[in-house]
Every structure is written in structure tokens, then in C-alpha cells.
């Protein structure tokens, strides 16, 4: 079986702070994939990033930045400098080479920027 | 832009009197989703669609059903919507070329279903 754990529900900052999202993930697959979506208030799930098991190199978008440690199985993901238009729910996921492209997905971290 | 699209983005029906949502997309993407999101929670998959193979969820109640008649277009049907079942309905789509391929779902804006 699969689980995402995200244990921030909710984290709060101030404009131009630095901020972590953590997610842990549990899988017996060989090959997955993790995932991050955001959601901001009107709803709709925003692809952010996708990263394979086999593929341990940091990634860096702009203001984003994803590290994945396969030690912890952990992918966290830090926004530099926030911005009042970070504030979503941010989701982390996983599927892998026996769900498919099945999601499963943590409970959401909600993140409030604060101006 | 491809994109996927759903309407409406609001949704409002009594108690019982049945409901369908719309999703259409334009990445001919062979498979599409419907999840269904409730306050404060992450997607619950409802089912999917593997091109014309409909996939359902153990633990879908009867009462939503699913439609999908071509490859642009899929309905998610609400027989009779019951006060438990208002929620944001997300429609989902991944390439799929095969089927346990891994893809990534891309989601439309949902539709906001309130039931009176």
C-alpha cells in the first residue's frame, strides 16, 4: 500500500519569508513518481512538479525548489521569498508501477502568506 | 491553449433530483478521472476512464455513475444527490499510453456542486 503524510496542516508566514513543505511517503514500488500540486482558492489543481524514484537531483523553478531524499523518503518542497499569491493548499502525491497513474494523495498542507 | 474544461464551475440541485457534470478536453488524453474533493480534504477518486474501459473505485457508491462518449468528453452522473454528496467534483486527464502508465493528471477547475 501507498501513503503520502504531509504533517503540516497548516503554516503560516509573513510576505518575503522562506517556507518548507514536507511530505513522507511509503511505497514497496520500485519505480514511482512524486508529484506536488497546488490549489488556491478558486479551486482548481495546479501541476507543479513531477519526479521519479531514480532521480535524486534537487530541482530548482524560479522561487521553488524540490529536494528529494530517497534516505528519508522524503520530497519537500521550499518556496523563497513568498508572496501573498502562494497562499493554496499545497498537495504532495504519489503513484508508482503498480497503481499506475493512480494518485494517492497527503492530506494538504494549507499555506497562508501573510502580507 | 489545450486544457481540460468542465461546466459548470457552479452547481446547485435539490435533494433527490438528479445532476450530471461535464468535462471535455482537448489534450486527447486517453484517460480521465473524476474525483471528488470535500471541504478540507485531498481528491477522493471516484473512477476513470482507460480510454473506452471504465475503471470504478471499491468504495464509489452506486449512486455516481459515469458516461463517456467520446475521447474529448466524459459526464459524471449524480442519480440522487443526497446532502452528503456536496462537494468540489474535479475532472482529471493523463496521456495513457498504456494502460499502468504513470503519467501526470492535469485538472480542470472543478465544479462546485451544492445540494439543497
Known amino acids: 500500500a501507498q501513503k503520502v503524510t504531509q504533517a503540516q496542516t497548516e503554516i503560516s508566514v509573513v510576505e518575503k519569508e522562506d517556507v518548507t513543505l514536507d511530505c513522507v511517503y511509503e511505497?514497496?514500488?520500485?519505480?514511482?513518481?512524486l508529484f506536488w500540486y497546488k490549489q488556491p482558492p478558486s479551486g482548481e489543481l495546479v501541476f507543479l512538479i513531477r519526479?521519479?524514484?531514480?532521480?535524486?537531483q534537487n530541482e530548482i523553478s524560479g522561487r521553488y525548489s524540490w529536494n528529494f531524499q530517497k534516505s528519508t523518503s522524503s520530497f519537500n518542497f521550499t518556496i523563497t521569498a513568498s508572496q501573498v499569491v502562494d497562499s493554496a493548499v499545497y498537495f504532495c502525491a504519489l503513484s508508482g508501477e503498480t497503481s499506475g497513474s493512480r494518485l494517492t494523495f497527503g492530506e494538504g498542507t494549507q499555506l497562508t502568506v501573510n502580507p | 491553449d489545450a486544457m481540460v474544461i468542465q461546466n459548470p464551475r457552479y452547481q446547485v440541485t435539490q435533494f433527490g433530483k438528479p445532476v450530471t457534470l461535464s468535462c471535455s478536453q482537448t489534450?486527447?488524453?486517453?484517460?480521465m478521472y473524476w474525483y471528488q474533493q470535500k471541504s478540507s480534504q485531498a481528491p477522493k477518486l471516484l473512477f476513470h476512464?482507460?480510454?473506452?474501459?471504465?475503471?470504478n473505485e471499491a468504495d464509489t457508491p452506486d449512486n455516481f455513475q459515469s458516461r463517456r462518449p467520446n475521447t474529448s468528453f466524459c459526464f459524471l452522473d449524480i442519480r440522487s444527490p443526497g446532502l452528503g454528496d456536496a462537494a468540489m467534483y474535479l475532472c482529471a486527464t493523463s496521456r495513457g499510453d498504456y494502460p499502468l502508465s504513470t503519467d501526470t493528471q492535469y485538472f480542470g477547475p472543478g465544479t462546485r456542486l451544492t445540494v439543497l
Open positions: 476512464y482507460y480510454d473506452k474501459d471504465f475503471n
Open positions: 519526479r521519479n524514484s531514480f532521480d535524486e
Open positions: 489534450l486527447n488524453h486517453n484517460v
Open positions: 511505497t514497496r514500488d520500485t519505480t514511482y513518481y
